[in-house]
């Protein structure tokens, strides 16, 4: 199940330091080696900047939003 | 790429005009009180007759305004282009009428103090919104004077009781979750309340546009599926925005031992304890905070950490939805090209 596997994902990038650090010198081979689905690894390749809260949240994705 | 965006924006411009003008004959029924009142809620952010602010969206302003009943007239002319105006925009003001009439409802029953309900008060708004649902039956049987079978007329009006029961369903889960302790609802329970809440709407608003223009049943299926998908996008995308946004004020309050009034917002999913995803995310590794955010201590500061982790996660799955929507319509797609306005609309 894709939503499981996202929330498993950014539980352990929360928790494990050393997996945080990997994904921030190596996004793409951190990506490759836990063998997400296309789909799933497009939308944890846009997540990633994300993970550490460091940056601020994209804006809201639909502009029909109020 | 701007050239296509410019082309869309000033299609849907056109659009808008006409359905404003279709809804304003809807309301020339009304009494002149009651009028105004409606067309207060009419004129709320994000609904047809609304104003945008162009400080907000100075590349598409129009586009704030009236989204849903837009893409049910896109749906509708997309299915059959030469569908008559006048047919396609009554079914499209009714969707207008519908999302409004329960957007009021879900404001009073959620206490949450918008512009309108500061201004009218709570028992006028839900008046306003018994007219509304009251609107959408007379547009739709409308029909029948502009010559539209009886058994599509009937169709439509069955599509949108299906489509109430669904909502209003979604509605008390997510009421009744308020009662429940966060660790107790599932992600699964969340994402339900979500497709009943919000998917049923987006559903019906897409279904609505393909089954008045005379689509097949395959064809509205795939419209709904992508309207649900969407709506449910669209819900958990809001749900991890405000909660985003909120803890951006709390954070600053709870490490400066500040006190902030979240009433100011207008908003009070958080206060009032609304079960969105992200909260019962963080719950299940974190323990909730206890009635005041104002306090310094390990255990505020892991549950702020749970919940900054509940949203990115409830972020990526409203990705995941969005993905599922554009595959769907990719498959829509390749049956016949769909409209650059459309595709704007729809964000996919």
């Known amino acids: 199940m894709e939503e499981l596997q996202i929330q498993e994902f950014v539980h352990r990038v929360s928790t494990d330091e050393e997996l945080r650090k990997e994904l921030a010198t190596s996004p793409e081979s951190v990506i490759m080696r836990e063998g997400f689905s296309p789909r799933v690894a497009r939308i944890i390749t846009r997540l990633v900047p994300h993970l550490a809260m460091e940056k601020p949240m994209e804006v809201s994705l639909g502009f029909w939003s109020t | 790429m701007r050239d296509a965006s410019q082309l869309s924006i000033s299609s849907i411009a056109a659009q808008q005009s006409m359905l404003r003008e279709r809804l304003h004959r809807l309301l020339a029924l009304l009494h002149p009180e009651l009028y105004n009142d409606v067309v207060l809620a009419l004129e709320g952010a994000g609904k047809l007759l609304s104003r945008p602010d162009k400080e907000i969206n100075p590349l598409s302003p129009a586009l704030t305004a009236g989204v849903w009943p837009l893409l049910t007239l896109l749906i509708a002319q997309y299915v059959l282009p030469d569908i008559d105006l006048e047919h396609a925009s009554s079914v499209a003001v009714a969707v207008e009428c519908f999302v409004c009439a329960l957007d009021l409802l879900d404001d009073a029953e959620d206490g949450d103090q918008t512009p309108i309900v500061r201004t009218i008060g709570t028992p006028r708004v839900l008046n306003v919104s018994t007219a509304l649902l009251t609107l959408v039956q007379h547009a739709i049987l409308s029909l029948s004077k502009q010559g539209i079978a009886s058994t599509l007329t009937l169709r439509l009006l069955e599509t949108i009781q299906e489509a109430s029961l669904n909502a209003i369903a979604g509605q008390h889960r997510d009421l009744l979750a308020e009662q429940r302790l966060a660790q107790d609802l599932t992600q699964e329970e969340c994402i339900e309340i979500a497709a009943g809440k919000a998917g049923s709407i987006m559903r019906l608003v897409c279904r609505l546009g ?8 395959t064809l509205c299926d795939q419209f709904s599926e992508v309207g649900e998908l969407l709506g449910v996008a669209h819900q958990l995308d809001n749900d991890s925005h405000d909660l985003y ?25 958080l206060v009032r304890g609304k079960k969105t995803l992200p909260v019962v995310l963080a719950a299940k590794t974190s323990t909730p905070l206890q009635e005041t955010w104002g306090s310094v201590n390990e255990e505020n500061r892991q549950y702020l950490q749970a919940l900054q982790e509940g949203i990115i996660t409830t972020w990526g799955i409203c990705l995941l939805y969005r ?20 595709h704007f609309l729809l964000g996919l």
């Open chain 2, 245 to 269: 946004h909120l803890l951006q004020d709390e954070s600053s309050a709870i490490l400066s031992e500040e006190v902030v009034d979240t009433s100011k917002s207008g908003k009070t999913d």
């Open chain 2, 210 to 217: 393909a089954l008045c223009a005379g689509a097949d049943d």
């Open chain 2, 323 to 342: 993905e599922r929507a554009r595959e769907r319509l990719q498959e829509i797609e390749a049956q016949k090209p769909i409209a650059p306005a459309l």
